[in-house]
C-alpha cells in the first residue's frame, strides 16, 4: 500500500515562472492539506481540500497561490510568478476521514528553489 | 488560538547522553491530540507518536519516552543513549479535538545533533 507520494521531490524555477507540486494521497484517503517549511522553521498549514472542494485557505497568500483536487488525479499546489521567498519544503498529507481523529499520513515533501 | 512552543532551537550532545526536547503548548479546547515527529537530514517527516488530552500516562518506546502533563501544559520527549542516527530537527505539534478536521499547529522545531 503505497504512501503519500509527492513529486516532483525537487523544483527549480526562475523568478516568474510558475511551480506545480503534485500530491497523490493514499489510497482510499480523500482528504488533503498542504503546508509549507521555510527555511529553518516549523511546518504550517496551507490549505485542506476534499475531493473537488477547498474546505480552508486561511494559510494561502492571498495572491499567486491556488490549490485544487480534482475528482480524478492528484490534488496541485500552484505558485504563479514564483518570488525567492517562495523557496521552501512543501509537504502535503492526507487523511481517509475529516475529524481531528483521522491520522494525517505526510508524503516526502517537495523541495522548492527560486533562483 | 492554537500554539506550540519548542524553546530550544538547538541541542548538541555527545553520543550515549541523554536528552530531552521540551515543547509547551497552547490551546483552549478540552479535547486535543499531541504529536512529534522526526526530520532527519534527508528532508521527510517521520512520525514517532499521537496522544490524545485524556491519556496523561507516559509512554516509552525503546530509547524513546514521552512525558505527558497536562498541568503545566508540555509533551517533552526523551532520548535515552542517544545515537548519532538520532540527529535530526525534531517537531512538536497540536491538533484540537474541537475543529472539525486536522489543522495542525507545529513548533519551531529543535535541531538535534549527537556526535559520536
Known amino acids: 500500500n503505497a504512501g503519500v507520494m509527492q513529486n516532483p521531490r525537487h523544483l527549480v524555477r526562475r523568478r516568474g515562472q510558475e511551480a506545480r507540486l503534485r500530491c497523490s494521497p493514499m489510497?482510499?484517503?480523500?482528504?488533503v492539506y498542504w503546508y509549507r517549511q521555510l527555511p529553518e522553521e516549523g511546518l504550517k498549514f496551507m490549505v485542506y481540500l476534499q475531493k473537488e472542494n477547498i474546505i480552508d485557505e486561511s494559510g494561502m497568500p492571498k495572491e499567486r497561490f491556488s490549490a485544487e483536487f480534482p475528482k480524478e488525479g492528484p490534488s496541485i499546489l500552484r505558485i504563479q510568478q514564483v518570488v525567492r521567498g517562495d523557496s521552501a519544503a512543501y509537504f502535503c498529507a492526507s487523511s481517509f476521514g475529516q475529524g481531528a481523529s483521522y491520522e494525517q499520513y505526510f508524503g516526502p515533501g517537495t523541495r522548492l528553489t527560486v533562483t | 488560538a492554537q500554539k506550540v512552543t519548542q524553546a530550544q532551537t538547538e541541542i548538541s550532545v555527545v553520543e550515549k547522553e541523554d536528552v530531552t526536547l521540551d515543547c509547551v503548548y497552547e490551546?483552549?479546547?478540552?479535547?486535543?491530540?499531541l504529536f512529534w515527529y522526526k526530520q532527519p537530514p534527508s528532508g521527510e517527516l517521520v512520525f514517532l507518536i499521537r496522544r490524545n488530552s485524556f491519556d496523561e500516562q507516559n509512554e516509552i518506546s525503546g530509547r524513546y519516552s514521552w512525558n505527558f502533563q497536562k498541568s503545566t501544559s508540555s509533551f517533552n520527549f526523551t532520548i535515552t543513549a542517544s545515537q548519532v542516527v538520532d540527529s535530526a530537527v525534531y517537531f512538536c505539534a497540536l491538533l484540537p479535538g474541537g475543529t472539525s478536521y486536522g489543522k495542525l499547529t507545529f513548533g519551531q522545531g529543535t535541531i538535534l545533533t549527537v556526535h559520536p
Open positions: 489510497k482510499g484517503h480523500s482528504h
Open positions: 490551546t483552549r479546547d478540552t479535547t486535543y491530540y
